[in-house]
């Protein structure tokens, strides 16, 4: 029967004391508030206690939710304002670019290739702006509308589309400067292989 | 609005039905722009493919046993309640009912303390007006003290205010002896 009911309808349930109904809503999105998590805060027990304390607010915010969003819009909210406290509670460990290798070898699979750009790609992501980086989270991952988003961030609707749009310039800048880096890295390796080859050759 | 903005939109499914067929056609003829909506498709598909997150390993139990320790906080939760507000109602003390003469009391009272007031200030103008008669007066009937006291005032002071608003009910042998004791 719960499974038929919309969120807002075991919201009321719950509201007027039926507690054992907060458990539909935690089935219903306990997936989803994971997956968000994951994607700010990368490890998973982070990640599991971002979920935890998502559902705990909710529910003792319960009264003060007024149905202007969506449930899981306001769930979500909550969810990504917790992460962003984990985040900044532990600001000095986010990934360091530095660290993230540019160029990839010429003789690497493409599958490393793969690997190594999409390493670069979510280093990159997790340089830009919480605003800017939580829009594209939930645009590109999520596939959320740009008024869910906007929901979800407490922000007009075309702040939540600008943010997303400078997001996706900005790795668009990044990337295709390091594409030139990457393109400049293969052809020094390769002259260094080619002069390696011939000093062999000349010693042979 | 820049080019790849438009496209941007475009691909976003943000622009109204007519202008979409307009970008559309463009799209069929623009290698340029082709160009650029491959780029920004193949950036979303890079992005989305780089996600780190993949919970397919994830069991049913372990959905379970985190439901479970979500709902075991729940029921150690005080029941949500409606927030108390934060405003307090005031109640006015209920007017005691009043005397139906005490309005005209109250009004004679007013005009009385009204006329002292007026009294009051009718007294204060006319001490300063006889105040300064008093000085005219020694001043026309001795020039010569009239004169040293001014000597010794700044424009700023009453007297000189008094004497400079009144000279001309001097004679002129007042005022010559009055400058010609004060040079």
Redesign the interface.
Known sequence: MSGEMTDQEVVEL??S?N?AM??VI??RH??NL??LS??FV?DLDTA?DV??ET??KA??????FEARASFKSWLFQIAVNTAKNKLRARRDEVSDIDNVPLAVAPVAESSLV?SA???L??AY?DMLPIKQKTA?VLR??EDLS?KEIAEIMECPYDTA?ANY?HA??K??DQ?SEDNELREWSEEVSGFFTEMQQRVAEVES | MSR??WW?EYL?G?LDSKTRLTMSALLRKSKRDQAAVD??SS??E????????D?SSMSEDY?DA??D???A???E?P?????APSWRVVYLPVPVPRNPWSWIKSSAAFFVVLAISLQMIQNLKKSNSSFAEQILTKAKSNPSDFAEMLSYQSGDDFFVDVASRNLDDLTISQVEDMVGKIQ
Do not use: C, W
């Open positions: 719950v509201k004391g507690r907060f458990s935690v089935r306990q997936k994971l997956r994951l994607r990368k599991e979920v935890q559902f705990i529910y003792e915010r319960l009264t003060t793969h750009v999409a390493k790609i979510q992501i594209l590109i991952y740009f589309k749009r996706l310039m790795l668009r990337l | 790849m903005n941007l976003e943000e780029e920004i950036l979303k890079d992005i989305r493919t780089s996600s780190p997150v919970m959905f985190l439901h320790k979500i709902m906080q729940v029921h939760r029941a949500p309640s409606r927030k």
